[in-house]
């Protein structure tokens, strides 16, 4: 693919990854090529729900230097069903994930993970008609990010047999120095918003005794001016 182009995915079962980072191949290798503010680059589903991507990823982020994500710019992906798979976008902006569903992202004892998870300084991006249902430690996670929008998504959670807080929805900041991101202390997701979004329906007994949940929606860490419209949470034994 180049730059704009559009890929369209039959129907069918998928185990190769959408980007990956391949440490001994160019940069063009790590993520779809970015498209431009008049021509998105686009991987959609030929029909909505049929192409299945399974026990792998999409990752969005470009090419990894010194632990610090280049970035990747207007992708677009639309309709996919994702098995036991996750998308994981990286210093990235102007990014849109559309009528898109996750299930199973990560196994149910594992003590880290989310369907999808900005990070890095992300921003303008927009998940818009997307669910994660199943085991997961947060649904969605957008941590050090800021100006991305979240419309009518849906998480519903399963059930996570570690001790870290959970939670359906998660703006969140970096804790230590070091990290994959090239931060240090704490840098808190601010300036998003969370528009219709629904979290629901929390399993209790897929929960480890004494680590409890977060909450539908955790705010942890420094973040800051995260705003949430027309949301519910609904049916969640939290204690916060």
Request: charged content about 15%; some cysteine.
């Amino acid at each position: 693919m180049a730059g704009g182009d559009t890929l369209i995915i039959k129907d069918g079962t998928y185990t190769q990854p959408i980007g990956e980072q391949f440490g001994n191949l160019p940069s063009s290798s790590y993520s779809p090529p970015n498209g431009s503010a008049s021509a998105y680059t686009i991987i959609k589903a030929e029909n909505d729900g049929r192409a299945i991507i399974q026990g792998t990823s999409i990752y969005i982020g470009g090419p990894v230097s010194n632990g610090i994500p280049d970035g990747s710019s207007y992708i677009q992906i639309e309709g996919l069903k994702l098995d036991r798979s996750r998308i994981g976008i990286r210093g990235s902006h102007h990014i849109k994930i559309l009528r898109t569903g996750i299930k199973n992202p990560v196994p149910i004892n594992s003590r880290y993970g989310s369907g999808i998870g900005l990070s890095c300084g992300s921003h303008h991006v927009l998940l818009e008609d997307v669910w994660v249902i199943g085991t997961f430690r947060y649904g969605i996670s957008v941590s050090n990010s800021y100006n991305n929008i979240l419309r009518r998504v849906v998480a519903r959670f399963d059930g996570n047999s570690e001790r870290e807080p959970k939670a359906g929805i998660n703006f969140y900041g970096e804790t230590s120095s070091g990290t994959s991101c090239g931060h240090q202390g704490i840098t808190g997701s601010y300036d998003n918003i969370c528009e219709n979004c629904l979290v629901l329906d929390y399993n209790p007994s897929g929960v480890s005794a004494g680590s409890g949940l977060a909450g539908g929606i955790n705010m942890p860490h420094g973040s800051k001016n995260n705003k949430l419209y027309g949301t519910i949470a609904l049916n969640i034994p939290a204690s916060s």
